[in-house]
Every structure is written in C-alpha cells, then in structure tokens.
C-alpha cells in the first residue's frame, strides 16, 4: 500500500544524489543499541519459539554486517565482546591472504592470469556499448524541470520511501520511474518535505516520516543507499520485558504511540508540527532536534495537522475526538478556537487563496467548510457535503486555482470540487486503480498534476486537462500558466 506521497519542489534536489558509505562497526552497533531491529520484529502474539527464531536470524544477519564491515576495511575495534569474536574468526581465516600464492606453486600457471582485469572498463577484449553507459548516466541525473515525488510505501513486509521522477517530454508525452528508494525501519503513515538546512548550506532536501513507531525519521532524500536517518525526533530509549509486564522509556518530548500527521513549517523552515495516537500534537525543532512544546487539547488520537499559509504562526489539529482546533503558537496559554464536527477527522486542509477558511474530511464520507472568522460568534460550518460513499482519507487544494478542491476516498475514488460561493459542486472524478485512496497531493510546479496512493500501491498521477470538462473549466489557468503575463 501507499500510505502517503510528497511533491519535492523543482530544482530542489541534487543533479546527481551522491551514494551513501557502508557503515562502519561502530554505526552498525549503534543501530543495534537503538533497538530498531528489535522493534520490527516483535510481535505482541508470537509464540516463544518464533521470538527466538526471530532473535537467531537477526544475530545472524547482524554478523553478516559486521564481518562485511570489517573486511572492507571500513571498521576500528569493536567493544562488543560477540562482534570482537567474530573480527578475530576472520582473521584466524586470514581472507585478506587467500587468494595468495603459497610456495610460488601456481595452480593453473602464469598465462591465465592474464585473461583477468580488475573491471570491464581494463579489460581490452570485452566490447564496450557507449550508449549503454550514457543512458544509466543519463537515469541518475535529476534535471531541474523534472517532478519528483517521495511516496511512502509498504509491500511483503518491507517500508522503504520510493523517489519517483516524473518527466514531460516537450511532445507532452511523459516518462515516470523510480530513480531510488530508501528502506524505512518501520510502516510508514504520514510524510513532509522540508527543506531546512541540516547539514549546512541554504537549503536541503529533506523527508520526515511519521510511522507506527513513536519516534520521527528525517530522511536526506539527495543520498542513495542510505541506511540511516538524518536525524530522529523522539523515539525509544529502551524495552524491558518482565514476565508479561512490559516497560518502555522514551526520548525526551517524544510521542509515546503512533505518528499520524507531520506539517512543515515553510516560513519558519526549522518548525515541524506533529501529531499521534497518544492525542498530543507537538512543535519540533529540527535545528535542535527537541520538542519546543506539546499541546494536550485534544481527548483521542490526532489525526492531521496544517500551518495557516498567511499567518504561519496558526495550526489546525484535527481529531477522532470529532473536533478541530486552532491554536497560535506565540500565545500557547490560550485555549484556541474549537470547531465540532459529525465524526473522526481524517484531513484538512488551509485554503492557499485565502487565510480564513479551512476544510476538513471526515470518517462518514462528509467534507466540511469553515470561516475562522466567525469562531467566536458562529461557529457553523461554512458548508458541508456528502463528497464520498466512504470516509474521505485525503484532500488537497489547488494552489494555481483558486476553490478547486480535490478529495481522495475509500470508495476507491478521487473526485474534483469547485467550492466558490461555499457551495460545492463536483467537477470531475476518476477511479485511479489504486484500490481504496489514502493520499492525494497536488503540485505546486505542476498545478494540473494530482499524485494519487492507495491499497493497491501503485502511484498514479493524474493530469487534469486530459479531462475534457476539467481542461474547458480551467483552461485559462493552464494558458497562464504556460504564457505568464509580461511585467
């Protein structure tokens, strides 16, 4: 399945991501200590005996890695007694000497070992296709008129991130592949692109990643081959088991359950809203890597969060406590503005075309509108319709036109809204092939371009003037966009 997919911004990622080094000892101990590997293979109804075969094979592959680590070299002693044992096997078995003639017996004689070459590029007799090697050159290369897309995927067991390049060739038509992949220790649920710079710089080119886990990944998306996060919010310390008593210690500020929702702050660039199934939403800064505060004003798991794109201080938290509230994050003493809704939120979304209104989609297939001016005195929903047969999972607004909403359900569709004057009106819909949708996600580059992820986990875009009554609705906006008016 897709759980969640992110548009990174134009020109924002390297031309050419550099490849990531092999841990060493220490890193790969490190990532022992931390307990991940643990934590994904335990099962809150194994049996004893598959824990312990699960533990055996982890130990197993551990060794893999650390023998690897230590015969290439990129490993200094280890202080891990079990991993000592295994550096001074290998040395026992002296691999770095086995391909050393003993006695100057040769085995096969000297005319032979000219026949090998270190690589094919040396070796003279082996035909060398140009083309060929210009061609993967060409695949790895990022142009800056490319789309790229992150989605957060799940398949036989395996949670890795996918970067998608989306390219338009200038005939229209258009190619889309997966350029690489980042495998993710745990199921992913939501994501957010940043750009802060965490290594330095002006800018980055960064994922955050919400998970099963309590602890928040943030993945260097201009690194291929990487097996570590950049940097980690929160998270465990430690697991301890007692007979059938169990206790967990936490980072300081972490979540203790599940990570919903993620929002990046883009005025504030190291500002990253959170919120989980522990009902609490929390403000990080990523600079730092500590939670600069933690908001309580929520009674049940929080589903989804969203900065005001006018007024970057306001956050909106959604809830399954059938509520929504508004907080400013320079007044966090005041209770906020609460808004009831019918059932559980599933998304919302600021308006980017106007800084007072907001929508929301809820569980029981209903879409919700209000005006935060009328908080205090009125606060109804500006409209409310019945967009989907199932809850409504995704939403997404068109920066490019203005009132064009588009919402993504487990009905297995994705429909289009024209919201103006608060009374919406279906303008287009589609069934993707995604099975039931749980994330859509218009780009800012490319407005016409919806990205759309479900059960099925097959990303799919969909362009909007492919649809006829889409593209003579919004035509004039595609004109402007493709001929901008001369200053």
Sequence with gaps: MIAAVSWVPKGASKSVPIVAELPSKEE??????????????????????????????????????????????????????????????????????????????????????????????????????DDDDSEEEEDTIIKPEDSVIVCARNEDDVSHLEVWILETERDGDSNMYVHHDIIIPAFPLCTAWLDCPLKGGEKGNFIAVGSMEPAIEIWDLDIMDEVQPSLVLGGIVEKKKKGKKKSIKYETGSHTDSVLGLAWNKEYRNILASCSADNLVKIWDVTTGKCNLTMEHHTDKVQAVAWNHFSPQVLLSGSFDHSVVMKDGRIPSHSGFKWSVAADVESLAWDPHTEHSFVVSLENGMVTGFDIRTASSDPKPSFTVHAHDKAVCAISYNSLVPNLLATGSMDKTVKLWDLTNNKPSCVGSQNPKAGAVFCISFSEDAPFSLAMGGSKGKLEIWDLLSDAGVAGRYGKYANELRHPPQS
């Design 28 to 129: 790969i101990e490190e990532i022992l200590k931390s307990g991940v590997i643990e934590r994904r293979e335990e099962s809150e109804n194994a049996e004893d005996d598959e824990e312990m075969e699960v533990e055996a094979l982890k130990q197993d592959e551990v060794a893999h890695a650390l023998a690897a680590a230590n015969a290439l070299g990129m490993a200094s002693k280890s202080t891990n007694p079990e991993t000592e044992g295994i550096a001074d096997a290998l040395k026992e078995l002296d691999m770095d000497g086995y391909d050393e003639e003993d006695d100057g017996v040769e085995l096969f004689g000297s005319g032979l070992g000219n026949l090998y070459y270190p690589s094919n590029a040396a070796d003279p007799y082996l035909k060398k296709d």
